[in-house]
């Protein structure tokens, strides 16, 4: 039996450039490890609206043009409807190339959003499909969290839902990529044996850096051997609390102060409201927005800090331990799943500014501890290698395979 293999992603190849972190790495590593194993492997996003496009390593390339985000395109309902046409799209796409195949060919859908999924799986295809959703998020909550409070925002998140309906009643399986997650799905209606827990994963190899290419980049950037560089990589949106940093970055001492760099990398919605919040600690605050150089980023970080209230799997903080980075971290249940208290990171209440000024000074004054968390965290990471990560994806995708009537 033949079968092909599609990977939905809602992103824009746009927004892939050579050195992006975040699900662009994501997407990356899935098509890197396509070319390796014998299985063909597809992968799916948009290029703008509502056109798809099969994303290869040619998408790869620096560029200047502006970075797509959808959810800036459109108001959040909008979105949510464009996903669904994005979907109905794919569909038709997926529809027309397995026409030509012969009726022994399976096509695996494994697609990374649901409402996507609500659309991918609506309709029956012209040959056999094994479905598969990943939840990357506890979608509802986070939607609740990050909307206003309007009619159309309650709108919105009832019609996720229903797309996440259609999704546990039509998938084969469905993959969480945390135990959060996992209890979530059993929350909003869905059968345990249903469900596989497998994380996310990344190229840990892609993150080695020597000492020499940190100092190659240290200067660069400018910044001086004696600097203690803390950063923070993610959207600058409510739950993932980037306010905290900059309060606790305001507590410490200015003698303290003057020896920090605080990189803020990101954009999206609190941009303005972060910059009003940090204008009296200005000059020595950087608001980087989106970079394109991440890998390059963390080699001249010496603290990472991921703050969040709510997270799925921080992709993030994956990065940060695979390249060795002394961390900081919210106390959170998804973010103890990943790494231990004084282990692998240090971890604080994301209420308390005053807890991650103290973690801060903590870190600032002891270099042996910074390299100890960093080089526990880098081992830890191997965990989520893509080459022990990918092999469970494909134990899923058999499991049901072997299941399908012949």
Not at 52 to 66: A, G, L, Q
Not at 137 to 153: A, V
Not at 261 to 285: F, H, M, Q, T, W
Not at 304 to 318: C, D, R
């Amino acid at each position: 039996m033949k079968f092909f293999i599609f990977h939905v992603f809602e992103g824009s190849e746009l927004s892939l450039r050579e050195n992006a972190g975040g699900v662009d790495s994501f997407i990356k590593c899935v098509i890197n490890y396509s070319k390796q194993c014998k299985f063909p492997i597809t992968v799916i996003g948009r290029n703008k609206y509502f056109i798809p496009r099969i994303i290869t390593n040619k998408e790869f390339k620096s560029s200047s043009s502006p970075i797509s985000n959808q959810t800036r395109l459109f108001p959040f309902f909008m979105y949510i409807l464009s996903n669904f046409i994005l979907g109905l799209i794919i569909f038709l796409l997926i529809s027309a190339f397995s026409f030509k195949q012969r009726k022994d060919v399976v096509n695996i859908i494994h697609v990374h959003n649901p409402v996507i999924g609500g659309a991918l799986f609506l309709f029956p295809y012209y040959i056999r499909t094994i479905n598969i959703v990943q939840f990357h998020s506890e979608y509802s909550k986070r939607l609740k969290l990050i909307l206003p409070k309007t009619l159309l925002s309650k709108l919105a998140i009832w019609l996720h839902s229903f797309f996440e309906k259609v999704c546990l009643l039509r998938a084969d399986r469905i993959i969480a990529i945390n135990e959060n997650i996992f209890r979530y799905l059993i929350g909003i209606g869905c059968s345990s044996d249903k469900i596989r827990k497998i994380p996310i994963f990344l190229d840990t190899s892609y993150y080695n850096m020597n000492s020499a290419e940190v100092e190659k980049n240290k200067i660069t950037f400018g910044i001086s051997k004696e600097k203690i560089v803390v950063t923070y990589i993610g959207r600058l949106s409510k739950e993932k609390n980037i306010e905290v940093i900059i309060r606790a970055f305001s507590y410490l001492d200015i003698s303290i102060r003057r020896n920090l760099l605080l990189l803020i990398v990101g954009k999206g919605d609190e941009l303005g409201r972060l910059k009003s919040i940090a204008a009296s600690i200005s000059e020595n605050l950087f608001f980087l927005g989106h970079r394109t150089d991440i890998k390059r980023i963390l080699s001249i970080t010496d603290i990472f800090i991921i703050p969040s209230f709510t997270e799925g799997f921080p992709f993030s903080l994956l990065e940060a331990m695979a390249t060795g980075k002394a961390i900081i971290a919210s106390n959170i249940p998804a973010i103890r799943k990943i790494v231990d208290d004084r282990k692998e990171a240090l971890l604080f209440n994301p209420h308390n500014p005053e807890e991650l000024r103290d973690l801060l000074l903590k870190l600032y004054s002891n270099q042996a501890l910074r390299q100890e968390l960093g080089k526990n965290a880098r081992k830890k990471s191997k965990i989520y290698d893509a080459h022990t990560i990918i092999p469970r994806l494909f134990k899923v995708y058999l499991e049901v395979l072997h299941k399908l009537p012949k």
